[in-house]
């Protein structure tokens, strides 16, 4: 019986023929009432007699057919009407918001389709989200990265120009701490005579006094780190927290924690310790790979330090002036001490230093400065024997070692050398008064002024700054 209804009504109905029954109801049939109620009714009513209930049930009829035909009409136009201010609801941003569908004709049809379509937009929506959060993360990556590739450049160029270890440590703690949000970094070292762990580099922590003690070698994480050569990690994904890796956590005041042993040829030289306060926090692989390779920059500087000090250590000539080095002739003249002293003769020690060369630097510029040291240093060349060796030990300060030569043999190689420096034409551009540089003297002898190295430099350095301060007082 349902299905039967279903089809003789006009809801299953095309919009087109719902259309066309509207209008003939409200049209068509009325006029047609119309025209048969004049023809049958009012003409013969003027010939007959005029018929009331006739006339008011003919009246009755065209109503009822007029009033279907305006309910019909407004089932049409009153989910179009309503269907539109959804629409515009739905264009305003609302997309939450879905069409009402009264029926099958259609209407209902666009009802359907503008539904489909909003959650099509919806989805794309979504999508379009998802991907945006997605590029933010890829874009965060990259400058992580991008970052990190500056901090190797720049970390390589301190390398690269021989800058001290800790200056080198103190940037990789800093690179490291900034690819993410400030992490606390520190970097420790091993002491080989001390077995300990001690500490070089270290950026934004609190409680710096207590985090400073060196560590021992094999104990707690870090000292354990440094002997299985095993990266250390606690992150989300750390099943249980014992309690030495709590005690971490509250000793460094972090949460997660990345430890790594720094390795050069398979032997730990320090340990690296980099973590965060964020909460269920994993470290990725591609975390893990980008800290790596500044645990290997960091390698690279111990390898490299190492090797400036083994190379310092075997130096023994200055570079400018082709002289030997401080170090040297310290070592030479303790040798020739110990000689003299078997077998009772004498051992000079000569020290020199310019006059006004500080001066001289400031107005020719350290160019000019390095060329006359240069000229100075063949003076003093020139007026030695094979015999005797001779250095620069500082900026502008010579010493010369004379073997089997007393004070007084001494005093006159002095007087040869200073003569030789103040005939010496320095910079023939410069001013008159800074063509030419002076010298002051000091000499020392084993055993009368001491009967160690130390003790004939002390002694030679003190009769320079005698020499230079009788000077002064002259010109005065």
Same mark, same amino acid.
């Given at each position: ?146 970052? *990190? ?17 800790? *200056? ?142 083994? *190379? ?99 005093? *006159? ?64």
């Amino acid at each position: 019986m349902g299905k039967f209804f279903n089809r003789i009504s006009l809801i299953p109905k095309p919009l087109r023929y719902k259309l066309m029954i509207a209008f003939t109801l409200m049209s068509i049939i009325p006029l047609l009432i119309c025209v048969y109620f004049a023809t049958n009714f009012i003409f013969p009513a003027y010939k007959e007699g005029f018929n009331m209930e006739s006339v008011s049930f003919v009246i009755l009829i065209t109503l009822v057919i007029t009033i279907l035909g305006l309910n019909l009409a407004k089932g049409m136009v009153e989910p179009i009407v309503q269907m539109a201010l959804d629409a515009k609801r739905i264009a305003g941003g609302d997309l939450e918001h879905a069409i009402k569908i009264t029926g099958e004709d259609e209407i209902g049809d666009l009802g359907k389709s503008l539904n489909s379509m909003t959650q099509r937009i919806k989805d794309n929506i979504a999508e379009l989200r998802n991907y945006g959060e997605r590029t933010k993360e890829i874009n965060f990556e990259i400058n992580k990265k991008v970052l *990190a590739l500056s901090g190797l450049l720049q970390i390589g160029s301190l390398i690269s120009t021989g800058a001290e270890l800790k *200056a080198i440590m103190d940037m990789l703690a800093d690179k490291i701490s900034h690819m993410e949000d400030s992490n606390p970094t520190i970097i420790y070292v091993i002491n080989e005579d001390t077995n300990t762990l001690e500490p070089v580099s270290l950026v934004n922590f609190k409680n710096t006094e207590t985090i400073k003690r060196p560590l021992i070698l094999g104990r707690g994480i870090l000292g354990t780190v440094a002997v299985e050569l095993k990266d250390f990690i606690i992150d989300r994904n750390t099943a249980q927290i014992s309690h030495e890796m709590e005690a971490l956590r509250q000793h460094y005041e972090i949460k997660n924690a990345l430890v790594m042993p720094i390795l050069l040829h398979d032997k730990c030289k320090g340990v690296l310790l980099t973590g965060n306060k964020v909460d269920s926090y994993v470290y990725s692989k591609d975390d893990l790979e980008l800290i790596r390779v500044f645990v290997k920059q960091a390698a690279i500087a111990l390898e490299n330090d190492a090797l400036i000090k083994k *190379a310092e250590e075997l130096e023994v000539v200055d570079d400018l002036t082709g002289l030997y080095n401080e170090k040297y002739i310290n070592e030479r003249l303790e040798d020739e001490i110990k000689r003299s002293i078997i077998y009772q003769r004498p051992c000079s020690f000569l020290m020199l230093k310019l006059g006004e060369f500080e001066f001289y630097c400031s107005q020719r510029g350290r160019m000019a400065g390095e060329a006359a040291l240069k000229k100075v240093a063949k003076s003093i060349a020139d007026s030695l024997t094979p015999v005797d060796k001779a250095a620069r030990f500082a900026d502008d300060e010579f010493a010369i070692v004379l073997p089997e030569r007393n004070k007084k043999e001494a005093d *006159a190689i002095s007087l040869e050398i200073k003569k030789k420096i103040s005939d010496l034409t320095v910079d023939s551009k410069a001013d008159i008064a800074l063509q030419k540089l002076n010298a002051y003297v000091g000499i020392s002898e084993n055993p009368i002024d001491g009967t160690t190295a130390l003790e004939l430099v002390q002694k030679a350095r003190q009769r320079v700054k005698d020499a230079m301060a009788l000077q002064t007082k002259k010109n005065a």
